[in-house]
Structure formats: structure tokens, C-alpha cells
């Protein structure tokens, strides 16, 4: 079964400054697939990022960027001069994709971001 | 640009109702999603769809059914709604994900629904 673990409940950050949100995945799997989506107060969910297992290089997207250290099964975000707009819920996901036309996704219980002026 | 809509953003019912959440998407994706999310537990899935009328249940379908006529459209259904039904239910969308399974599912707004 896979496992997504997201430790830090809520982060306070000052504006303009880096910001690092925790992701840790467990899982048996070889092949799957990890997404970063941004929940802000008003409910929609936002796809950031995505980063593949096998993929080589680390996925960029904008001020977005995803720190993936396979062998410690981490998959960090990471938001570069934050703004006040990055004031949201966070949610770290995984899909096993080693099983052929697997459709479904694993969340964490994501991280609740505060830009501070 | 990616749409998916549900049908109420807020919605009060009470408990032993039938309530209907509706969800459509404009973007002819196979798969879509429900889900519902309450705090501390993130997002749990309760009934996904890859094809009309093919329905598989997700981490948490009792109490739930649902029912996909059209593509577009996936309609999540509580038979008889009960207070801890109380919770914030998300939609979303997909293309079929083969070899790369790098399709991010796209959500809608979202339905905060509360059972008295």
C-alpha cells in the first residue's frame, strides 16, 4: 500500500522568501508518479507540479520546483520568493503507475501555508 | 482551459434525504473522480469512472453510489444522507493515464455540505 506523509501541519513564512514543504512517500512500487497540487481558502484544487520516478532531472515549473531524493523517498516542494498569493493548503500525491491504467491518486494530509507581509 | 463544474458550492440537507451532488467537465476526459476531504485527513477517494457507466469503488464508497450517463457527467449519490456525511466533496477530471501516468487529475470548485 502506498503511504504519503506530510509532517509540518502549518508553516508561517515571510514574504519573498524561500519555502521548503515536506514530502515523504512510501511505497513498493518502481514505477510512480508524484504530483503537488495548492488548495487556497476558497476550495479549488490546483495541479502545480509533477516529478516521475524515473525521471532524471528534477521538475521545474515557474517559481515551483520539486526537490526529488529518490533513496530517501522524498519529494519536496519548493516555492521560490513566496508571495502572498502562495497563502494556501499544500497536498502531496502519488499514483503507482507500474500497474498498468492506474488511475488513482494518494494524498497526504497536506500542509497549510501562511505568506506573512 | 480545463473546466470542472459542480453544481453547489454549499449545500444543507437533512439526514435520511437522498442528496445528489452533480459534477461536469468540459474537457472529454475519461476518468472522473469523487472525493471528500475533511481536515487532518486530506482527500479520500470515494467512487472514480473510466467510461460511461463503468463505475470502481474508491477507499471509502459506503454509504455512496454513484452514476456516469454521459461522459461529461458523474453524478455522486447518498441513498439516505447521515450527519457524518457532514464533509467538503471534490470532483475532478482525467485523461487515462498509460505508460507515463503523468496526468494530473483537475478539480472543481468544490461542494461543503452539511447534514442536520
Known amino acids: 500500500a502506498q503511504k504519503i506523509t506530510q509532517t509540518q501541519p502549518g508553516m508561517f513564512v515571510q514574504e519573498k522568501e524561500a519555502v521548503t514543504l515536506d514530502c515523504t512517500y512510501d511505497t513498493s512500487d518502481q514505477s510512480y508518479g508524484l504530483f503537488w497540487y495548492k488548495q487556497p481558502s476558497s476550495g479549488e484544487m490546483i495541479f502545480l507540479i509533477y516529478q516521475g520516478s524515473y525521471d532524471e532531472q528534477n521538475a521545474t515549473e515557474g517559481r515551483y520546483s520539486l526537490n526529488f531524493q529518490k533513496a530517501r523517498k522524498s519529494a519536496n516542494l519548493v516555492i521560490s520568493a513566496s508571495q502572498l498569493g502562495d497563502s494556501a493548503m499544500y497536498f502531496c500525491?502519488?499514483?503507482?503507475?507500474?500497474?498498468?491504467?492506474?488511475?488513482?491518486?494518494?494524498f497526504g494530509t497536506g500542509t497549510r501555508l501562511t505568506i506573512i507581509p | 482551459d480545463v473546466k470542472v463544474t459542480q453544481s453547489s458550492r454549499y449545500l444543507v440537507k437533512r439526514t435520511g434525504e437522498k442528496v445528489f451532488l452533480e459534477c461536469v467537465q468540459d474537457m472529454d476526459h475519461e476518468n472522473m473522480f469523487w472525493y471528500r476531504q475533511d481536515p487532518g485527513l486530506g482527500l479520500r477517494l470515494i467512487y472514480f469512472?473510466?467510461?460511461?457507466?463503468?463505475?470502481e469503488k474508491g477507499d471509502i464508497p459506503e454509504g455512496y453510489s454513484v452514476s456516469r450517463e454521459k461522459k461529461e457527467r458523474f453524478s455522486l449519490i447518498l441513498e439516505s444522507a447521515s450527519t457524518n456525511q457532514t464533509s467538503m466533496y471534490l470532483c475532478a477530471s482525467s485523461f487515462r493515464n498509460f505508460y507515463r501516468g503523468d496526468q494530473p487529475q483537475h478539480f472543481g470548485d468544490g461542494t461543503r455540505l452539511s447534514i442536520l
Open positions: 469512472s473510466y467510461d460511461v457507466k463503468m463505475k
Open positions: 500525491a502519488m499514483r503507482d503507475i507500474s500497474n498498468f491504467g492506474n488511475e488513482k491518486l494518494t
